[in-house]
């Protein structure tokens, strides 16, 4: 228990702020110091105090566990977006295939229709020309 005294005056930490980052309630250390730990115990507690001493702090199951529960969370919100996404992206593109598609049909039409011109300008260019051709001849 010595050693523990030494290690927690060594960190320059309340016992309340350090049994906080043990991840335990604030009278903890005060607990301990009253009924004891068995040698086995002792040991854990200083590795403990070690990571604390470090910086760290030391979680308990239940923190570890609602920090993981609020990740999956978040990272299940995460793909749910991204689903959505998904699916917006692919509705647009739905669309914008079917735009290209009435552009492809109009811009055949236009195409059509110039053919029908350039054949009839060149008919009547014909055309004139004969006629030009008669009137120079006759």
Same mark, same amino acid.
């Given at each position: 228990?010595?050693?523990?005294?030494?290690?927690?005056?060594?960190?320059?930490?309340?016992?309340?702020?350090?049994?906080?980052?043990?991840?335990?309630?604030?009278?903890?250390?005060?607990?301990?110091?009253?009924?004891?730990?068995?040698?086995?115990?002792?040991?854990?507690?200083?590795?403990?105090?070690?990571?604390?001493?470090?910086?760290?702090?030391?979680?308990? *199951?239940?923190?570890?566990?609602?920090?993981? %529960?609020?990740?999956?969370? *978040?990272?299940?919100?995460?793909?749910?977006?991204?689903?959505?996404?998904?699916?917006?992206? $692919?509705?647009?593109?739905?669309?914008?295939?079917?735009?290209?598609?009435?552009?492809?049909?109009? &811009?055949?039409?236009?195409? %059509?229709?110039? $053919?029908? &011109?350039?054949?009839?300008?060149?008919?009547?260019?014909?055309?004139?020309?004969?006629? %030009?051709?008669?009137? &120079?001849?006759?």
């Amino acid at each position: 228990m010595n050693q523990i005294k030494l290690k927690i005056k060594e960190i320059g930490l309340s016992q309340r702020e350090i049994s906080v980052r043990l991840g335990k309630n604030t009278s903890y250390l005060a607990g301990v110091f009253r009924t004891g730990l068995s040698t086995a115990k002792q040991a854990e507690l200083m590795g403990e105090l070690e990571i604390v001493a470090g910086g760290g702090t030391v979680q308990s *199951d239940n923190q570890i566990i609602a920090e993981l %529960s609020q990740k999956l969370a *978040d990272a299940q919100d995460a793909g749910i977006k991204a689903l959505e996404g998904y699916g917006i992206a $692919r509705q647009q593109l739905t669309e914008t295939q079917k735009y290209l598609l009435e552009a492809n049909q109009e &811009v055949e039409q236009i195409e %059509s229709k110039y $053919r029908v &011109v350039l054949i009839s300008n060149y008919v009547l260019s014909l055309v004139i020309l004969g006629v %030009s051709i008669s009137w &120079v001849l006759a």
